[in-house]
C-alpha cells in the first residue's frame, strides 16, 4: 500500500507572503505526521520564496517519519544536505521565474555530472531520487547514474481534461514506472495530485509514496490541516475504489 508525504512549501508560501512568523511550515509538518502523513517533503530553493534554512533545519530536528529535500543540483545544495542530512534528496530541475517545477529533470543529456553528484549524496548516507517525466529513456538513465529512486512527474496527467487524454497519460506512467521497478528503481510520484485524482494512481502497485502538497493546504484552510491530511490518507488507502470515476 502507497504512503502519504506530505509537501508543507505551501504554508511557509503564506508566511512568506507577510514575511511573518506563522503559519508554521515545522508545525505543519508536525500535525501532518500525526494524521497519518509516513514523509515531509520541502523544496529548499535558490530565492527561498518559502522555505527557509532554519525551517529545513528545525524540520530535520522534528520529523520523526521522512524528511524528503528537493533541490536543484547546484553546489550550494548540496554543501546544505550535506550538512543537514536529510532521509532523503530528491533532485529537480529549478527555474527562477517559475510557480512550481514545470518538467521533469533532464537525466540523460546530463548523465555524467548527475552521477558525480548522486555519489557524493551517497557516500553520505542520503538516498536519492529523481524528479522525471514518464519517459522509459529517462528511466534507464536513472538507474545508469545510480539514484536510488525516481518520483515520476504526474502534471500532465492532472492537467488532463477529457479521459481519453488522462487514460493516455496513466498509461504513459504505468509503463514508465514499470520500468523503474523493473530496473531496481524505487518509484514515488507527485505533482498537481488532488483529492479527485489520485485514486487514478493509488492503486499502482508499483508505486510506493505520493508526495501532496498544495492540494491538502488548499483544503486545510476549509477543514484544518490533520483532517485534510487524513482525508488524503483514506484515499490512497482506498485508491480501488475510486479509481476511474471520474475527472
Known sequence: MAKLAVNV????????????VEPDPVTAASL?????AQG???HLREDRRHIQDRDLNLLRQTVKTKLNLEMAATQEMLKIALSVKPDMVTLVPERREELTTEGGLEV???RENLK???RLLKDADISVSLFINPDLDQMKAAQWVGADYIEVHTGPFCEARTIGDRQEE????????????????????GHGLDYRNVGWLADVREIEEFSI?????ARALLVGFQRAVREMVELIN??????RTGL
Do not use: C, M, S
Open 32 to 36: 501532518a505526521e500525526l494524521a497519518g
Open 108 to 110: 540523460q543529456l546530463n
Open 9 to 20: 512549501d505551501h504554508v511557509a508560501t503564506v508566511r512568506q507572503a507577510r514575511r511573518a
Open 170 to 189: 496513466f498509461d504513459r506512467i504505468q509503463n514508465a514506472v514499470k520500468l523503474a521497478h523493473k530496473v531496481g528503481l524505487g518509484v514515488n510520484a
Open 116 to 118: 558525480n553528484y548522486i
Open 213 to 217: 502538497g498544495h492540494a491538502i493546504v
Open 238 to 243: 482506498w485508491g480501488t475504489t475510486w479509481r
Open 40 to 42: 515531509i517533503v520541502v
